[in-house]
């Protein structure tokens, strides 16, 4: 960064309170980001990248803490280590909203350490099993053997297991920094998204059929079949709107049960 844009970063932190031109803390990024885009199309941008104490430097100008700004830089460059959205049919995505539900955390250990941690928690406190393990990735469902269905049924202690809601989620850990590592939770919604356009489907096809065996029955006049069309756009496009609705709520539910066991996890090992 030149000293110039230096020079305009101190100017902002130390605008006074009166000052008609004082830039609240909270909108420095966007500020800092349109002046970056500006010099770029002026052609007048630079293409060295800035080091770790640089960015340092940097974040102390406009009041930082660095033990913020590491944990900034930890996450991003753990971004490139976190696994790619499984993949969708694209228009399924489009009209019915996507089937996963997905939460990320840098958090402070070793990738397996810290993997381990998830495998003994869900086997003995949640009553899930494996379904692929493999070193700091894994895929885990509901432990369907009779015992963990009588303990969660039972539930003696009041645990909820809300996690087998989930049918299947996967945890990928990988480092983020010397002694931090980034977890992903993504949880698969795929199955809960089939039931509701399955029910949709038949819901329906089931008001179709009833308006055109009606009139034929002499239940109705024959006039009805002229709704036929309507009919048929309308429940699609409300149908749509209604899975839409649903997989969202779902998925909020999903990332909510991923961030809790986040917190367990993070607050809760020794």
Do not use: Y
């Not at 420095?28 to 104490?53: C, K, P, T």
């Not at 940097?58 to 009041?63: K, P, S």
């Not at 700091?136 to 303990?151: A, G, I, N, Q, R």
């Not at 919604?189 to 308006?211: K, N, T």
């Amino acid at each position: 960064m030149s000293n110039k844009q230096h020079d305009k970063i101190r100017s902002i932190r130390e605008a006074e309170p009166g000052d008609a031109f004082a830039v609240p803390a909270e909108h420095l990024e966007r500020v800092i980001a349109r002046a970056s885009i500006l010099q770029h199309a002026a052609g007048e941008g630079e293409q060295r990248q800035l080091s770790e104490n640089e960015i340092l430097a940097i974040g102390r100008e406009v009041g930082l803490e660095p033990e913020h700004v590491r944990r900034a830089l930890a996450e991003f460059r753990a971004e490139s280590l976190s696994p790619p959205m499984p993949e969708d049919h694209p228009q399924l995505t489009r009209f019915f909203g996507s089937p996963h539900a997905r939460v990320r955390r840098v958090m402070r250990g070793d990738p397996q350490d810290i993997h381990r941690a998830f495998e003994r928690h869900l086997r003995a406190e949640e009553r899930m099993r494996a379904v692929r393990l493999r070193g700091t990735s894994s895929v885990w469902e509901p432990d369907s053997s009779w015992m963990s269905k009588l303990t969660r049924a039972l539930d003696l202690e009041g645990r909820g297991f809300e996690l087998t809601q989930l049918k299947s989620f996967s945890i990928v850990t990988a480092p983020a920094s010397p002694d931090e590592s980034l977890v992903t939770l993504t949880a698969d919604l795929g199955e809960a998204r089939s039931e509701q356009i399955q029910g949709w489907g038949f819901g329906l096809l089931a008001a179709l059929v009833a308006v055109f065996v009606l009139p034929i029955t002499g239940a109705v006049s024959g006039w009805v079949w002229l709704l036929i069309p309507t009919l048929a756009a309308g429940g699609t496009v409300a149908g749509i709107f209604a899975i839409q609705r649903a997989m969202e709520s779902r998925r909020r539910r999903a990332a909510l049960l991923l961030e809790g066991l986040m917190d367990q996890l993070e607050f809760g090992r020794r």
